[in-house]
């Protein structure tokens, strides 16, 4: 659909549809407090004849759109910029950190539009970065199932608003070319283990049957061998394995989604989990062109069965952020 052009004080007022890509936290941060924030900014961009909206489902990853006249969604650029930099603000106050990290905001953007953003010989890009002050990366690759990519823009807000405007008019002048399928981020997985050819979630103490057997936590917990539940005494080793103090390694693949909220800020989380199974945890450095990562784990059978319950532990914390973003204030 051709965008509207309107006339407006100032040059052309256009109306376009920008979206944004947020994970669970920086969602949590728009959305407020019993939806306050998110109430209050949709309440003066509606004003100006623009809507936000943020998709919907228990996924890791959220969709902000942004439709209206540009003015419009400049103004709601700023908020946002603004308020991603009241919360770093706010978290340098329990941090030892001196040097204010840059604001970053991902823009979702049909790869048929990416190489006028580029410019020939990278002379647009660089152009952009000169003229307002702020880092702008275009991924390589398309986001999965999809042809869009993510444009990733990081600085002050005002830089940052500056450089949406310049991308605005690039994206106004080269349409996109052909029909251009949409980034729609997959659903959080449960986290889940498999023993006896059942897949379950943990809760508490206990392992509860999972009837969705074809989540990609439980292809990585098939991987895996049963788990004792804390409180259970009785090793829960399959026939045949040696239970004894032998020690073993066993190996499972994560994806790279999900091996930051395994590592945790510095090394905490896996520094954790080592100290609490006595295991030996190594992580794989990321291969080129591999979307997975190889965990190698070390250790008597009770130490790694420990490990890997812990590793499950971790998902099972991360998917309760996610499927509460408004309760997340630290990673």
């Known amino acids: 659909m051709e965008p509207t052009k309107v006339q407006s004080e100032g040059g052309l007022n256009v109306t376009l549809t920008i979206r944004l890509l947020m994970h669970g936290k920086e969602v949590g941060s728009i959305i407020g407090k019993k939806g306050e924030t998110v109430k209050k900014m949709r309440e003066e961009v509606l004003q100006s004849g623009a809507r936000i909206n943020i998709s919907e489902g228990n996924c890791p990853e959220r969709i902000v759109t942004i439709t209206g006249p540009t003015d419009a969604i400049f103004k709601a650029f700023a908020m946002i910029a603004y308020k991603f930099e009241e919360d770093i ?65 990081s600085g002050a807000p005002e830089a940052i608003i500056q450089c949406v405007k310049q ?71 399959p026939a045949g394995l040696d239970a004894s103090n032998q020690a073993s390694t066993h190996e499972l693949t994560i994806p790279n989604d999900l091996i930051g909220c395994i590592i945790g800020r510095q090394g905490t989380k896996i520094n954790e989990i080592r100290q609490m199974s006595g295991a030996q945890i190594k992580i794989a450095n990321a291969m080129e062109g591999s979307s997975e990562r190889q965990i190698t784990i070390t250790g008597t059978p009770a130490n790694i069965s420990l490990a890997q319950y812990l590793i499950n532990a971790r998902f099972r914390d991360v998917a309760a952020m996610w499927n509460d973003p408004s309760s997340m204030t630290t990673s």
Do not use: W
Request: net charge positive; charged share 10%.
């Open 167 to 237: 991308i605005c008019v690039v994206m106004l002048e080269s349409p996109p070319k052909g029909a251009t399928i949409p980034y729609r981020p997959k659903p959080a997985s449960t986290p889940v283990l498999f023993s006896g050819g059942q897949a379950y979630t943990i809760q508490g103490q206990y392992a509860i049957p999972h009837p969705d057997q074809l989540t990609k936590l439980h292809q990585l917990a098939m991987q895996q061998t049963p788990f004792t539940p804390l409180g259970q005494t009785t090793p829960a080793f």
């Open 89 to 153: 603000i706010n978290s340098m106050s329990n941090s030892p950190a001196t040097s204010k990290p840059p604001v970053t905001l991902r823009l979702v953007v049909p790869a048929s539009q990416c190489g006028s953003l580029i410019g020939k010989g990278g002379s647009k890009i660089k152009e952009m970065r000169e003229s307002t002050g702020s880092q702008v990366q275009v991924a390589g690759d398309m986001l999965p199932n999809s042809t869009e990519r993510a444009v990733t823009i």
